[in-house]
């Protein structure tokens, strides 16, 4: 069948160079240098894919897309840009674009979406991905240039639009709950609570009266009603993280939450409607918690309607650069600097060849800790805290005395703001303030 194609940006270079690559004989190429102009010809140019810069003086690609999809919902829309962020992504496909690629372009990859597009058309599937790109940066300090990261960006936007379940799996520190609140921040939902719940910080004991709170006298100590995280979370989002370490017989009683949309409070007689939107994440390996009898497999298939798998930041190097920067000014913020300290070419080579094991945390970690100590405003390898094979000529101390100065340098990074410290150290405020006690902080 012949293939109609709309071209839109303002830059005159890219419109010959991609009716270039795209006028192949079976196709017809149109261009317009603005989305404005793109409107105006759409009668008669009729294409069957318009495809789109984000950022145009005037009107621009989000715009232009969700005015196409009122006025001709016919036609597939692919938007790229030079200044992707999760925001930008998340709310073209949510506004049902066909795909998003970024500048500069894969010619490669460029094709291979065009032909998925036109194979989705006829009704035949193909798998479509995402080129390299620029750091993307959006809310909730999610930041990638990696592929897979831009398809979870990608992701988010999709699974905005509905009330799926969803379970985010990833290892420890690469931002899963991150990614929960995005999806929360871009859904419908948006000015409902958002509550996360960790699983493992909560006592066996105490989880089920934590998650659908209980009644006066239910139990010892039980003076007064109390609501749980799911009456908490009404129509909103409630973040079950590390689901994999929860108990068989705790497991059973969120299965029949999921299928009935309803809880009881510990000593109640009567269920409660729940209205919230379940995620789960987990560090954990689930088929095999499944085959050796420890995860419930009608939880595992009624959690997993959707999974999204976050990449350990060792597997995507290219962020780390991105990341650095990001970090380091978020770190410069909390610190209450007059300018953003730089890092040094060498302390970015060590970043570079460090394994990250406890990933974006760790790094975030690092560089807030350097903040603190690199007084001169630049970085240097002397300020990293990074373990193993690639530390710089590292102090040999007692792992209680690291422990004490670590918490000391995040809590002067963090301005003293013990909530905020114990976010980045990655535990609970009690546990904060035994560790201040402890170590004797000021």
């Known amino acids: 069948m012949s293939r109609n194609i709309l071209l839109v ?4 270079r890219v419109l010959k160079s991609l ?42 690609g989000l715009e232009l897309l969700t005015l196409l999809k009122e006025r001709a919902p016919e036609v597939d829309v692919v938007l790229m840009t030079a200044y992707e962020d999760l925001s930008t992504v998340a709310g073209a496909m949510r506004e049902g674009a066909a795909d998003f690629l970024v500048k500069p372009l894969d010619l490669h990859q460029l094709r291979a979406v065009v032909e998925r597009v036109f194979r989705d058309r006829t009704g035949t599937s193909a798998a479509g991905g995402v080129g390299d790109a620029d750091a993307a940066i959006g809310p909730a300090d999610l930041v990638g240039r990696d592929p897979a990261m831009l398809e979870i960006f990608k992701m988010v936007g999709q699974l905005a639009s509905n009330r799926t379940t969803v379970v985010i799996r990833g290892e420890s520190g690469t931002g899963k709950e991150i990614i929960a609140r995005a999806i929360h921040a871009h859904s419908s939902a948006a000015a409902e609570p958002f509550v996360s719940v960790n699983c493992t910080a909560i006592p066996e004991t105490l ?3 934590e998650l659908f709170g209980h009644v006066r ?13 799911f009456a908490q979370a009404g129509s909103g989002t ?21 299928q009935e949309q309803e809880f009881h409070p510990v000593g109640a007689d009567r269920a409660i409607r729940t209205e919230a939107r379940v995620l789960a994440a987990t560090h954990r390996d689930l088929e095999a918690l499944v085959e050796e009898g420890r995860f419930r497999e009608d939880l595992y298939y009624r959690l997993r309607v ?9 597997e995507r190097r290219t962020d780390i650069p991105a990341l650095a920067a990001h970090l380091l000014a978020k770190a ?20 570079m060849a460090h394994d990250w094991p406890g990933n974006v945390r760790e790094l975030e970690n690092c560089i807030m800790r350097a903040v603190v100590l690199a007084r001169g405003g630049v970085i240097r390898p002397e300020h990293l805290a990074l373990m193993g094979g690639n530390a710089t000529q590292p102090r040999l101390a007692t792992l209680d005395t690291v422990e004490g100065e670590h918490v000391a340098a995040v809590l002067a990074a963090a301005g003293g703001n013990r909530t905020r410290a114990a976010e980045i150290l990655g535990i609970s405020r009690p546990r904060l303030r035994r560790l201040i006690d402890k170590h004797d902080i000021e």
């Open 306 to 314: 959707v999974e999204l798998h976050v990449p350990p930041l060792r």
């Open 238 to 258: 409630i973040l079950l993280d590390e689901i994999g370490d929860t108990t068989p017989e705790f497991q059973a009683k969120l299965l029949r939450v999921l």
């Open 9 to 12: 940006d303002d830059d005159e």
């Open 332 to 351: 410069a913020r909390a610190a209450a600097l007059d300018a953003t300290p730089r890092l040094s070419e060498e302390a970015m080579d060590r970043f």
């Open 19 to 60: 009716a270039r690559v795209l006028n192949d004989g079976r196709t017809r190429v149109r261009s317009a240098a603005s989305a404005e102009a793109a409107l105006a010809c759409v009668a008669e140019a009729r294409p069957h894919l318009v495809l789109s810069d984000v950022r145009m003086p005037g009107m621009g």
């Open 217 to 229: 006298g239910a139990f010892t100590g039980a003076t007064a009603d109390r609501k749980g995280r």
């Open 207 to 209: 989880l089920e009266s």
